[in-house]
């Protein structure tokens, strides 16, 4: 069964956008996990844009499901890992620049650094995932650094629109999920993900996870918080597309 981990980097977007303590992300991570998230995803930047360290710690204490910190490959986030020890580190790219993570981690070009990071991690019982493109070379330095999983970024993929999501980056993920499995890497998904998309990349059979923020953020202004994290569980889980 694929797991749904909701990222909710945007509810302390909206918190910080007026500078109060709400909506509560605590809150917010627990609505989730009640209705449908099997985890909950937030991304530490090194510009604390949304996520702050308070919220990640208050998370740790309070979630009954498992978190998942993304985080760059710096210094500062390994230390903070360490001491948080979320379940799960995926390793992201990070530009202050940008508006959200835009392509995958170069793994192939810091393999050191990066198999640094996993052997750390992997020694104080936090699973490792490396955020790379649907490529060859980089799912193969994604297993030879001994990264526990992968998360394919699905950004090129989502930006296509049209009815027919089988496009040629889909082809791409599709090929490249079933090689990354046959490296025994397990297989995650996500960006840009959203009610529309989702299912095509849910059919795939080797993936095992797919992480999903803004669309059920945004939704959930709409219908509530759990019932956009409902909807999406819902479309996940009975994903036929052919
Ligand atoms: N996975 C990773 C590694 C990400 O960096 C992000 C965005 O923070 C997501 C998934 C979720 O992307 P979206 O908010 O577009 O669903």
Redesign the pocket.
């Known amino acids: 069964m694929i797991r749904l981990g909701v990222?909710i980097?945007h509810v302390a977007t909206l918190r910080n956008a007026r500078g109060e303590d709400f909506p509560s992300v605590i809150e917010a991570g627990l609505v989730c996990e009640t209705h449908g998230a099997d985890l909950i995803t937030v991304?530490l930047r090194e510009d604390r844009r949304h996520i702050k360290d308070n919220d990640v710690i208050l998370l740790r204490q309070t979630l009954k499901t498992e978190l998942n910190l993304?985080m760059a490959v710096t210094d500062e986030m390994l230390e903070f890992a360490l001491d948080v020890k979320p379940d799960y580190v995926?390793l992201?790219p990070e530009k202050r620049q940008e508006l959200?993570?835009e392509g995958g981690l170069d793994v192939l070009s810091n393999m050191d650094r990066i198999g640094y990071f996993i052997d750390t991690l992997h020694k104080n019982n936090i699973k490792t995932s490396l955020?790379i493109d649907a490529n060859l070379e980089q799912i193969n330095a994604a297993r030879d650094v001994n990264s526990y999983a992968i998360?394919i970024h699905t950004g090129k993929y989502a930006s296509c629109r049209g009815s027919a999501y089988i496009n040629e980056d889909f082809y791409t993920i599709q090929d490249m999920c079933e090689y990354a499995s046959s490296l025994d890497l397990v297989v995650n998904a996500?960006?840009?993900?959203n009610y529309n998309n989702v299912q095509a990349i849910a059919s795939i059979p080797q993936i095992h996870e797919l992480?999903?923020?803004?669309?059920i953020i945004a939704k959930s202004m709409f219908v509530g918080l759990s019932q956009a994290v409902y909807e999406m569980k819902h479309l996940i889980l009975n994903s036929r597309y052919k």
């Open positions: 990222n980097d991304h993304e995926c992201v959200t993570t955020f998360e996500g960006h840009g993900l992480n999903i923020g803004f669309a």
